[in-house]
T-cell receptor
Framework: KNQVEQSPQSLIILEGKNCTLQ??????????LRWYKQDTGRGPVSLTI?????NTKSNGRYTATLDADTKQSSLHITASQLSDSASYIC????????????FGTGTLLAVQP | GAVVSQHPSWVICKSGTSVKIECRSL??????MFWYRQFPKKSLMLMAT?????????EQGVEKDKFLINHASLTLSTLTVTSAHPEDSSFYIC????????????FGPGTRLTVT
């Protein structure tokens, strides 16, 4: 069964600290893996997208890693800001004609002053 | 670039009435658009895939007669919730796939539907 699991479910950190969110997937075939940020009451916004051959990709203070062998990904946030408080969703595309996306349940991050 | 808009951003309607939600790709063409719904603290669930000029493909368990989808142009898809009931209250999000970049989807800001 195609699944995407994320941990932790929720996380509280102090402003300025770093954090790492985890994503494990069992999706086959695999096309690409994306990390999205979703603010409360808003649609998801893409942070990174990685294909099979990419190990790491950065977008400002966000750095995503991908290990296609172990089917794991992480999202590292550096020097967190209050505006980073949001839900972070790991999404895997199984490829094919429809490119259906398989969503993780997300990690709810709260950055406190 | 790659902006997707939704209208309205929130709507309250009475039980039994119908509500139409629009999804537009503002600066690109999208042959395929997707409709999702999201319950509080839950992940997005795909409802249907909307293809320009053809019938939508619905996910298992989604009533096609209740959730009418029309994708009349390369920049507009609409979702109509017919005979809405309180259990249809949810956050509806659309996404659009650029014609020339088949794997990238861009999400709209979502529409909050409340049925009273």
């Amino acid at each position: 069964k195609n699944q995407v699991e994320q941990s932790p479910q929720s996380l509280i950190i102090l402003e300025g600290k770093n954090c790492t969110l985890q994503c494990n997937y069992t999706v086959s075939p695999f096309s690409n893996l994306r990390w999205y940020k979703q603010d409360t009451g808003r649609g998801p916004v893409s942070l990174t997208i990685m294909t099979f051959s990419e190990n790491t990709k950065s977008n400002g203070r966000y750095t995503a890693t991908l290990d296609a062998d172990t089917k794991q990904s992480s999202l590292h946030i550096t020097a967190s800001q209050l505006s980073d408080s949001a839900s972070y969703i790991c999404v895997v595309s199984g490829g094919g004609a429809t490119n259906k996306l398989i969503f993780g349940t997300g990690t709810l991050l709260a950055v406190q002053p | 670039g790659a902006v997707v808009s939704q209208h309205p951003s929130w709507v309250i309607c009475k039980s039994g009435t119908s509500v139409k939600i629009e999804c537009r790709s503002l600066d690109f063409q999208a042959t395929t658009m997707f409709w999702y719904r999201q319950f509080p603290k839950k992940s997005l669930m795909l409802m249907a895939t909307s293809n320009e000029g053809s019938k939508a493909t619905y996910e298992q368990g989604v009533e096609k007669d209740k959730f009418l989808i029309n994708h009349a142009s390369l920049t507009l898809s609409t979702l109509t919730v017919t005979s809405a009931h309180p259990e249809d209250s949810s956050f509806y999000i659309c996404s659009a796939r650029r014609t020339e970049i088949s794997y990238e989807q861009y999400f709209g800001p979502g529409t909050r539907l409340t049925v009273t």
